[in-house]
């Protein structure tokens, strides 16, 4: 077997282990006490607070939602759906990277084909009056709670195939149960030949639900109120916009660190399977009753600044795929790329070489587009003003994670590439914020 994980050690073990139990303990009671708050207590953290303090462990486990069969129905229908639309959409072939044992894993590219057939399909069901997307609406605390359970089991699922029957040689065990469990054991499991299990997980379960809910969310505020206030177009289509940018890039996603290097367990998978569709798309839950009338000049120019943050956000991941895809062969602004050559082994003790861009966004600071990717959260977000703080959570955490991110993949290049990476640093000293961090 491989190395384990390699993402456990850039936290000190205690900090690490800290992070991990928390993280596994806390995630699912927060999920259903952010629904709750949203749908159940006006979005406010103070009222939910004042029940608990009223009514205890128990009146927690009385909000908890036990897990319908219509939940159930609902997950399994749609699971099964972008399953079959993975399987049977044609799309391009394409390759992802070099994996650390050599392997180069190959993909079928039909994600945008997938995201126009879900969305046309879903709308459609409600337009003829097939399916009304307001039932998943009214039982989405029954369906968090199903998809906690669920996404658990499954985690397990992928532990216990990691160790009896891993898809290639990027499989491996640290020796430990919790880490294992959480980071993952399998960098790309698949069912079969062709069924990979972390595309599904994050891209077609995970993305396409938050395309999903956010027209959901719109259609339940239409049937509440005989109309769609303009927050909530303002929210609901920078949300899409992004969800479509998304797919659009799908396969260059597939070259990211999600993909390349986090293994499929709790963190990744789970995050996906439930993180995504309940705390994501948290600021459009909000919206649904909390319909704010912004005016068009604010609604627009929301609109205006939103969309600006995905597309540069886009622009940064499209300049550094299209620098590796020509092999620094192409114009960066205008210009020659600048580059570094940075040669690293790999774990079977390969010579490779990597080009690293040192212009464009990627001169400005090693991580800046994640410096719109949180401006743009933060413009479909502040159509809810500033009544409450819940519908900034996203916001936050997204701050946190890619504070955190920034870190981790720092790390990881700079065992990867050594002294190259030093290189790099110094050519482009900061992290995030260019002058500031
Ligand atoms: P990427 O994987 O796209 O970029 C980091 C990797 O790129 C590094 O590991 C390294 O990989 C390579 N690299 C680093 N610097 C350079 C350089 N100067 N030139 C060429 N290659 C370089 O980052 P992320 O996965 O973090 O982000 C991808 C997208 O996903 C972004 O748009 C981000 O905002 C978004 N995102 C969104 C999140 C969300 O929850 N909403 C969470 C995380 C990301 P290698 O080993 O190949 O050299």
């Known amino acids: 077997m491989a190395a384990a994980p390699e993402t456990k050690t850039v936290h000190s073990p205690a900090l690490t282990y800290f992070s991990m139990l928390s993280l596994l303990s806390l995630c699912p009671p927060f999920v259903i006490l952010l629904w709750y708050t949203m749908v159940h207590a006006d979005g406010s953290v103070v009222q939910t607070w004042n029940y608990l303090k009223q009514h205890g462990l128990q009146g927690f486990i009385d909000i908890w939602p036990r897990p319908t069969a219509i939940a159930w129905k609902i997950i399994f229908v749609y699971g099964a759906f972008e399953a079959a639309l993975q399987l049977l959409l044609p799309g391009k072939r394409v390759e992802g990277p070099i994996s650390p044992t050599g392997n180069r894993p190959v993909y079928k590219a039909n994600g945008m084909a997938a995201y126009f057939v879900t969305l046309v399909t879903y709308i459609s069901l409600w337009w003829f009056e097939i399916f009304n997307p307001t039932v998943v609406y009214d039982h989405l605390g029954e369906i968090y709670s199903a998809l906690i359970f669920g996404s658990l089991i499954f985690c397990v699922f992928l532990y216990i195939k990691g160790h009896v029957a891993p898809s290639s040689t990027d499989s491996g065990s640290s020796g430990n149960l919790i880490i294992d469990f959480y980071w993952g054991m399998e960098l790309y499991p698949r069912i079969g030949k062709n069924f990979d299990i972390k595309v599904f997980t994050n891209c077609r379960f995970g993305m396409m639900s938050w395309a999903v809910l956010a027209v959901t969310y719109c259609i339940k505020q239409y049937e509440l109120n005989g109309k769609v206030s303009d927050s909530m177009l303002v929210n609901t289509t920078l949300m899409l916009v992004y969800v479509t940018k998304f797919f659009w890039w799908e396969a260059g996603y597939w070259n990211t660190m999600d993909i390349a290097h986090d293994r499929a367990g709790f963190y990744i998978c789970w995050g996906c399977l439930v993180w995504v569709p309940s705390v994501y798309t948290s600021p459009g839950m909000y919206l649904v009753n909390h319909p704010v009338n912004l005016g068009m000049q604010l609604a627009l120019s929301i609109l205006v600044a939103g969309i600006l943050c995905i597309y540069i956000n886009y622009d940064c991941d499209r300049q550094r795929q299209e620098f590796r895809r020509t092999n620094g062969k ?10 570094i050559e940075a040669t690293y082994t790999t774990t079977s003790g390969e010579t490779k070489t990597s080009l690293l861009l040192t212009s464009g966004w990627w001169g400005l600071a090693r991580h800046f587009h994640y410096v719109p990717e949180i401006l743009a959260a933060f ?25 955190d991110r920034a870190k981790r993949d720092d ?4 065992s990867k590439y ?9 050519k482009v000293p900061y992290k995030i914020i260019p002058g500031i961090y």
């Not at 003003?385 to 890619?402: A, D, E, G, R």
């Open 330 to 339: 192409c114009k960066i602004w205008g210009k020659a790329p600048s580059k």
């Open 418 to 426: 050594g002294k190259y990476w030093k290189l790099y640093c110094n």
């Open 411 to 414: 790390d990881r290049c700079r």
């Open 379 to 403: 413009f479909w977000t502040v159509p809810a003003l500033f009544n409450h703080f819940l519908p900034y959570f996203y916001v936050v955490f997204l701050t946190i994670l890619l504070f």
